[in-house]
């Protein structure tokens, strides 16, 4: 059974993802390049769980095959997205990731212009003045965002960096009973997040 995290860059999509399926992470690394965003705590997640990280690259009818190709698995299977509008004909199996705590927002676009900043360095003119100003665009696109589309099924991160207030929030929201493996994932991730500059 097909489930969708929808969410922005920065906000903790791939954790969410490998604390609920243990089955989207590997422990290989022969294929570093292509999940070299797409990690979680010390494992890399399946390409075939991140396609929809990249859903400008793909024809609505790749996607729908996509989820198509999900959906007729029995047990539950968890993946990642980005595309806000073809999630929208899919809300049903839709969780989007929001973050109630509007000065929690520059947090997660400065999380996000870091794990991809060799990226925004290159393209802008001016490193400070356009990081400074990328970083205060998506601020404001986050929230922007979160206001404009309202899925039913909405996790809220607000307590992402207070371990028993989220893990509590998680197991509650998810409708987990047995944490073991996320809190291991959830432990993991953010230790090495508070290690390097990259998640």
């Known amino acids: 059974?097909?489930?969708?995290?929808?969410f922005r860059g920065g906000m903790y999509g791939d954790l969410l993802l490998g604390m609920l399926d243990s089955t989207a992470l590997l422990e290989t690394s022969i294929w570093q390049l292509e999940y070299k965003h797409s990690t979680c705590a010390n494992y890399n997640i399946k390409y075939t769980r991140t396609f929809q990280k990249k859903f400008m690259q793909y024809t609505e009818s790749q996607k729908q095959k996509y989820y198509d190709r999900f959906s007729r698995i029995s047990q539950k299977v968890y993946v990642l997205t980005h595309d806000t509008d073809f999630s929208l004909k899919h809300k049903d199996i839709t969780t989007q990731i929001i973050c109630s705590d509007h000065d929690m927002t520059q947090d997660f676009a400065t999380r996000f212009q870091s794990m991809?900043?060799?990226k925004v360095i290159t393209e802008?003119?001016?490193k400070i003045e356009n990081n400074r100003n990328f970083i205060n665009d998506y601020t404001e696109s986050i929230k922007l965002w979160q206001d404009a589309f309202i899925f039913p099924n909405r996790f809220d991160i607000k307590n992402i960096h207070t371990r028993s207030l989220f893990l509590k929030d998680f197991a509650e929201h998810f409708q987990i009973d047995n944490m073991n493996h996320a809190e291991r994932i959830y432990d993991i991730h953010i230790d090495r997040l508070q290690k390097t500059t990259y998640n």
């Open 124 to 126: 802008a003119k001016s």
């Open 1 to 6: 059974m097909l489930n969708a995290i929808l």
């Open 116 to 118: 991809h900043r060799q």
